[in-house]
């Protein structure tokens, strides 16, 4: 026969964990009426609330949902649940929105920023390869090892022709190439370059036809650092 334990005394278990600081020992309130109300409902309740007090989670029909008729017809759940069901609110998506405008119309001058660097890069590329073929072609021919035309002082009459090949001196069926294809301009797209003789000025913009002395950007833009292109 169990022994019965008198009224708000804690029990051995509960005091145990009390002991050891699990949970806070809490007296167990007296029933309103205890003609109605028994002891092991008291002791029920006692440890429900320690169990609260601990962290413990509820139990699972304190997620139960009611469902109230709408105004529209059909039913939704009633409460904080259906406040938190409900989504984003227009305040908030206009928030969002404007954030996104700001960060895109940070990003597109940063983009063309970056693409526009990448270009004059490429530029400078073609134009010191070109320079440095007519630089070379002009190195061979002062080495009698290409045949001079009349007029160009050694220098190639065109672009073409250092892709194509010259016939070298003292060989046969042997040509010196000295550029795989004439490169496109990056500012125009086009594989068109402005060209000058040795009997230009520096600063010409027409070419007379004699030779390629040097090449320049056809483009009329201005560089990041407000230098003109075909002035490189």
Same mark, same amino acid.
């Given at each position: 026969?169990?022994?019965?334990?008198?009224?708000?005394?804690?029990?051995?278990? %509960?005091?145990?964990?009390?002991?050891?600081?699990?949970?806070?020992?809490?007296?167990?309130?007296?029933?309103?009426? +205890? &003609?109605?109300?028994?002891?092991? =409902?008291?002791?029920?309740?006692?440890?429900?609330?320690?169990?609260?007090?601990?962290?413990?989670?509820?139990?699972?029909? +304190?997620?139960?949902?009611?469902?109230?008729? &709408?105004? +529209?017809?059909?039913?939704?759940? %009633? !409460?904080? #649940?259906?406040?938190?069901?409900?989504?984003?609110?227009?305040?908030? $998506?206009?928030?969002?929105?404007?954030?996104? #405008?700001?960060?895109?119309?940070?990003?597109?001058?940063?983009?063309?920023?970056?693409?526009?660097?990448?270009?004059?890069?490429?530029?400078?590329?073609?134009?010191?390869?070109?320079?440095?073929?007519?630089?070379?072609?002009?190195?061979? %021919?002062?080495?009698?090892?290409?045949?001079?035309?009349? !007029?160009?002082?050694?220098?190639?009459?065109? $672009?073409?022709?250092?892709?194509? !090949?010259?016939?070298?001196? !003292?060989?046969?069926?042997?040509?010196?190439?000295?550029?795989?294809?004439?490169?496109?301009?990056?500012?125009?797209?086009?594989?068109?370059? &402005? $060209?000058?003789?040795?009997?230009? =000025?520096?600063?010409?913009?027409?070419?007379? &036809?004699?030779?390629?002395?040097?090449?320049?950007? #056809?483009?009329?833009?201005?560089?990041?650092?407000?230098?003109?292109?075909?002035?490189?």
């Amino acid at each position: 026969m169990s022994r019965l334990r008198p009224f708000g005394a804690q029990p051995a278990a %509960s005091a145990r964990r009390a002991r050891h600081g699990r949970v806070r020992p809490r007296r167990l309130e007296a029933p309103e009426s +205890a &003609g109605h109300v028994s002891f092991e =409902e008291s002791v029920k309740r006692g440890e429900t609330r320690a169990r609260r007090d601990a962290g413990r989670p509820p139990r699972p029909e +304190a997620y139960s949902v009611t469902y109230v008729e &709408g105004a +529209a017809g059909g039913t939704r759940p %009633s !409460g904080s #649940m259906y406040r938190r069901a409900r989504g984003f609110t227009m305040v908030e $998506l206009t928030i969002v929105c404007a954030l996104i #405008m700001i960060l895109t119309a940070m990003a597109i001058p940063i983009s063309r920023y970056a693409t526009k660097r990448q270009k004059e890069v490429e530029l400078r590329y073609d134009l010191r390869m070109m320079r440095s073929a007519i630089d070379k072609y002009k190195q061979y %021919s002062d080495a009698g090892l290409l045949p001079v035309d009349l !007029g160009t002082e050694g220098y190639p009459k065109t $672009l073409d022709i250092m892709v194509e !090949g010259v016939d070298q001196i !003292g060989q046969i069926h042997k040509k010196l190439k000295f550029l795989r294809k004439v490169p496109v301009d990056p500012m125009t797209g086009k594989a068109e370059w &402005g $060209l000058r003789s040795l009997q230009d =000025e520096s600063t010409s913009t027409s070419w007379g &036809g004699q030779d390629v002395y040097d090449v320049y950007s #056809m483009s009329p833009d201005r560089a990041i650092d407000k230098s003109y292109y075909r002035d490189w």
